[in-house]
């Protein structure tokens, strides 16, 4: 997905959360409760500083969901999130 300077990143990555908190199907417990916590975390940062304030608590969500999750699915589900975040981090955008 391209988005320009004025979209809000944060709603994005939440929205991405939520997607894939909805589409998982539940039967291993890293994507289950994984994808839930993701969407929870990055609720809670959109009233509490952004994303980059929750960067280290995604960024390990991430590497557990990737390393014990049964699918392909799980595996990959915070990907784009942790993607806009080195981004971030790197000083490559601003937004999120």
């Known amino acids: 997905m391209i988005f320009d300077e004025t979209v809000d990143m944060a709603v994005i990555l939440t929205r991405v959360a939520a997607f894939f908190r909805d589409e998982s199907c539940g039967q291993c417990v890293p994507c289950r409760v994984g994808s839930a916590k993701a969407h929870r975390i990055l609720t809670g940062a ?13 960024r390990e ?3 557990t969901m990737r390393k014990t999750s049964i699918c392909g699915l799980g ?9 806009v975040l080195r981004l971030n981090a790197s000083g490559s955008r601003d937004e999120a």
Request: negative net charge.
């Open 46 to 58: 959109l009233s509490n500083g952004g994303p980059a304030s929750v960067d280290g608590q995604i």
């Open 61 to 63: 969500l991430e590497e």
């Open 75 to 83: 595996q990959v589900a915070l990907g784009p999130v942790v993607s």
